[in-house]
């Protein structure tokens, strides 16, 4: 069982949204911080933000890039994660992993397999 | 541009030992845990190193990490064909209210 699967990714046009999302198995996905990193094509790793446990406070941080467009929420009692992409642009072509952290931690212990969000006119 | 410094790539025989550094600040590695991951060709990346020096369950103590001050180092010893990959290192930084990773180093076991 793959404890993470991300789903929604596909192509857009600048200026378009969608949504991202997350789904977790096998584990108490409340317990754990969910964060999204994105990769764009030959390109390393970028944090895109994340969003704590409800035990911590359900908060959210966002890197600089995304801040103000992107939205990550989770709905514990289906153990989804969101991440709502608003007013996309070319740069945030790439592919999106949602992965956990148990608790407030920032050891990314497990890595979805990716979904890739082309945006391009 | 990276917040943390890494070099873009490293080689060794098979069998030998690398190592890979990780460059910060005080605002980063200085006062925060490092992570390092693992991406091998064409899949997700795996935690190989958390807090700093502590392996996941599951990783081999072929694999080892450290930092000192604001600089990180990963080791890997007895070097398989099969760790041939990128490894990123990553942490908070308290400055920028985000978590900074480098740029990653292409590991190539000649």
């Known amino acids: 069982e793959v404890p993470l699967v991300e789903s929604g990714g596909g192509l857009v046009q600048p200026g378009q949204s969608l949504r991202l999302s997350c789904r977790a198995s096998?584990?108490?996905?409340?317990?754990?911080?969910m964060s999204w990193f994105r990769q764009a094509p030959g390109e390393g790793l970028e944090w895109v933000g994340f969003?704590?446990?409800?035990?911590?406070?359900?908060?959210?941080e966002y890197a600089a890039s995304v801040k103000g467009r992107f939205t990550i929420s989770r709905d514990d009692s289906k153990s989804i994660a969101y991440l709502q992409m608003n007013s996309l642009k070319t740069e945030d072509t790439a592919v999106y992993y949602c992965?956990?952290?148990?608790?407030?931690?920032?050891?990314?212990?497990?890595w979805g397999q990716g979904t890739l969000v082309t945006v391009s006119s | 541009q990276s917040v943390l410094t890494q070099p873009p790539s490293v080689s060794a025989a098979p069998g030998q030992k690398v190592t890979i550094s990780c460059s910060g600040a005080?605002?980063?590695?200085?006062?925060?845990?490092v992570s390092w991951y693992q991406q091998l060709p064409g899949t997700a990346p795996k935690l190989l190193i958390y807090?700093?020096?502590k392996r996941p369950s599951g990783i081999p103590d072929r694999f080892s990490g450290s930092k000192s001050g604001s600089s990180a180092t990963l080791g890997i010893t007895g070097l398989q064909t099969g760790d041939e990959a990128d490894y990123y290192c990553?942490?908070?930084?308290?400055?920028?209210?985000?978590?900074?990773f480098g740029g990653g180093t292409k590991l190539t076991v000649l």
């Open positions: 990553g942490t908070w930084d308290s400055s920028l209210s985000a978590v900074v």
């Open positions: 096998g584990f108490t996905f409340g317990d754990y911080l």
């Open positions: 992965i956990r952290a148990p608790f407030n931690t920032l050891n990314f212990d497990y």
């Open positions: 005080s605002s980063n590695i200085g006062n925060n845990d």
């Open positions: 969003i704590r446990s409800r035990a911590y406070g359900g908060t959210t």
């Open positions: 807090d700093n020096n």
